[in-house]
């Protein structure tokens, strides 16, 4: 005969001791998401609402370009970056960007025209700003043209790239001009 301490215990005592373990775990795990549910200062529909209001620094503005050719018609056309390099729309325009503040000199081993370009200028403090756009706007135009017939009119002969900056703090005044870079092809 078994005693009283060899024996299995009753299944209704076990199942007692898995919810209390489960029931300690569920809380574990979702008392953090409910705390930040109820210390969060904006809720649902009003947080999505406030997404794209003064996003990282609320004290920086933002420059963006909007990349434009002009055809062999006169016309002045939009040309979308994304579809010339068949890149997502944010890398597109870092590239940009980058170009502008001129990133591509101020990395470790950078590029051996760019380290000659530096040589002849004198320095970081003499390049000017978009040092090598120039030659990024050249060769999305040389993309763009060479999709089309070698007679279309729609061909570019120039390509540009036109700053605007979005001053912080206000949900107007978006559009400020800055600067225009222009590259004949």
Do not use: C
Not at 56 to 64: K, V
Not at 97 to 114: D, G, M, Y
């Amino acid at each position: 005969m078994q005693s009283t301490d060899d024996r299995p215990e009753p299944q209704a005592e076990s199942n007692r001791r898995w919810v209390g373990r489960y029931a300690i775990l569920t809380f574990a795990l979702f008392a953090p998401l409910l705390a930040s549910f109820v210390l969060i200062r904006n809720l649902y529909p009003f947080s999505a609402s406030t997404m794209m209001m003064s996003a990282g620094n609320p004290n920086g503005g933002q420059t963006y370009y909007i990349l434009r050719g002009e055809t062999l018609a006169g016309a002045t056309i939009d040309l979308p970056a994304v579809d010339l390099t068949n890149a997502l729309s944010n890398v597109a325009f870092g590239l940009v960007s980058a170009t502008v503040e001129n990133k591509s000199f101020l990395i470790r081993s950078p590029h051996p025209a760019n380290v000659n370009l530096l040589q002849t200028l004198g320095g970081e403090k003499n390049l000017p700003p978009g040092a090598r756009l120039p030659d990024l706007l050249r060769s999305w135009g040389e993309i763009y043209n060479s999709r089309l017939p070698a007679l279309s009119s729609q061909r570019l002969r120039a390509v540009r790239i036109d700053a605007y900056r979005w001053e912080p703090g206000t949900y107007s005044n978006y559009d400020t001009y800055v600067k225009t870079w222009r590259v004949e092809l």
